[in-house]
T-cell receptor, first 114, second 116 residues
């Protein structure tokens, strides 16, 4: 069965620090990978996604993620965080055999100290 | 334009009662999804519609849960004989097509269901 693991439940950083949130997935086939973000009081929204091609994916607000197939990982990075990045971040996966069913991780809460 | 809307925003009910949760997708979106999010967890897939038909209902936890989308637009998630464990935020999402490689899921604000 597909699953997604996010290793950090809560991360606290100061502004301008670099960010890396871990994500590993379990799936025995070709996958699409996603990062979603939920800012306080807002809807869940797509941050970036990988489905083919360049394994380094760039998203909105300076975020990027790298798909490493051999490690089943899709870690999210940002070189310098801002207070406005405070949010909950969810990694997700779907497989080509069930292309519209997305499996989410349990989320990482990111708190940025101003 | 208008996003995905869900009503009610909050619903409190008693154990054993029946509830209906409504989702209005973005106009023109053919794919509609229901998820359930419990406290401290990520969204859990329940069911996905392509048009009027349920294309994948493998996430519905048991036969107390049922969803419809009779005209291919608005969808209703129905829960019979509610239990305290059904308490969660129920999220709806829609996308232009079911191909999430090329299209994006847009989520609604959710309905917070509390079963007393």
């Amino acid at each position: 069965a597909q699953s997604v693991s996010q290793h950090n439940h809560h991360v606290i950083l100061s502004e301008a620090a670099s960010l890396e949130l871990g994500c590993n997935y379990s799936y025995g086939g070709t996958v699409n990978l996603f990062w979603y973000v939920q800012y306080p009081g807002q809807h869940l929204q797509l941050l970036l996604k990988y489905f083919s091609g360049d394994p380094l994916v760039k998203g909105i607000k300076g975020f990027e993620a790298e798909f490493i197939k051999s490690k089943f990982s899709f870690n999210l990075r940002k070189p310098s965080v801002q207070w406005s990045d405070t949010a909950e971040y969810f990694c997700a996966v779907n497989g080509y055999s069930s292309a519209s069913k997305i499996i989410f991780g349990s989320g990482t809460r990111l708190s940025i100290r101003p | 334009g208008a996003g995905v809307s869900q009503t009610p925003s909050n619903k409190v009910t008693e154990k054993g009662k029946y509830v209906e949760l409504r989702c209005d997708p973005i106009s023109g979106h053919t794919a509609l999804y229901w998820y359930r999010q419990s406290l401290g967890q990520g969204p859990e897939f329940l069911i996905y519609f392509q048009g009027t038909g349920a294309a994948d209902d493998s996430g519905l936890p048991n036969d107390r849960f049922f969803a419809v989308r009779p005209e291919g637009s608005v969808s209703t998630l129905k829960i019979q004989r509610t239990e305290r464990g059904d308490s969660a935020v129920y999220l709806c999402a829609s996308s232009l097509s079911p191909s999430l490689s090329t299209d994006t899921q847009y989520f609604g604000p959710g309905t917070r269901l509390t079963v007393l």
